[in-house]
């Protein structure tokens, strides 16, 4: 069955250390979004990718970098952690076709970031 | 003002009752909205989409105003198992449609 799994799942750092969270999804969708979602704040968009090659910002980009090399994964990298970035961070993939109606977007499990 | 508002609750009511949530969004230009369901340290999963005529899923019913930009979700003889937070997510309009913005979520609970 296609799904998205998110790797590690739970993760521990330092401040100031550099951390790639994975992503990877098999449904061959071509949108792919990062989140993260702390209490009282909900769900908000990091970055996002429409395809190979392409990635855009989010509402809360800084600290953050993407890169898409190919349909199935959208690693998220935290340049120099900081204890700001403790939070659960969610993946997403939704298909994208013209015309197509259904936006819906499908989430990883998710993982959590603590950084001390 | 946030792009997508919703009372965070939270909601607590007896097993058999009918609750309601609504969430309001401001951009109106979107065209897809729908419902998440998220459970305690889970990820959000879709719960239904929500179309222009308003659309039902056994005990969930959706419905769409576009006059007044808001969606509602109604679960008629609420189960335990209905305990979640409930996420309305709308597309950020023509230009980023696979964009979705989220609320924060309303919390339900139901007690025996």
């Known amino acids: 069955d296609a799904e998205i799994t998110q790797s590690p799942r739970h993760k521990i750092t330092e401040t100031g250390r550099q951390v790639t969270l994975a992503c990877h999804q098999t449904?061959?969708?071509?949108?792919m979004f990062w989140y993260r979602q702390d209490l009282g704040h909900g769900l908000r968009l990091i970055h996002y990718?429409?395809?190979?090659?392409?990635?855009n910002k989010g509402e809360v980009s800084d600290g953050y970098s993407v890169s898409r090399s190919n349909t199935e994964d959208l690693p998220l990298t935290l340049e120099s952690a900081a204890s700001s970035q403790t939070s659960v961070y969610f993946c997403?993939?939704?298909?994208?076709?013209?015309?197509?109606?259904?936006?819906?977007?499908?989430f990883g499990p998710g993982t959590r970031l603590t950084v001390l | 003002r946030k792009e997508v508002e919703q009372d965070p609750g939270p909601f607590n009511v007896p097993e058999g009752a009918t609750v309601a949530f609504n969430c309001t969004y401001s951009?109106?230009?979107?065209?897809?909205f729908f419902w998440y369901r998220q459970d305690c340290r889970k990820e959000p999963k879709l719960l239904m989409s929500?179309?222009?005529s308003g659309n039902e899923d056994g005990r969930f019913t959706a419905q769409l105003n576009r006059a007044s930009q808001y969606i509602s979700l109604l679960i008629r003889d609420s189960k335990l198992s209905d305990s979640a937070t409930y996420l309305c997510?709308?597309?950020?309009?023509?230009?980023?449609?696979?964009?979705?913005?989220f609320g924060s979520g309303t919390r339900l609970s139901i007690r025996p």
């Open positions: 997403a993939s939704s298909e994208a076709r013209a015309g197509a109606s259904k936006d819906e977007q499908f």
């Open positions: 990718s429409y395809g190979v090659h392409d990635t």
């Open positions: 997510a709308v597309s950020a309009g023509y230009s980023s449609a696979s964009k979705i913005i």
């Open positions: 951009n109106s230009a979107s065209q897809s």
């Open positions: 449904w061959n969708h071509n949108n």
């Open positions: 929500v179309y222009s």
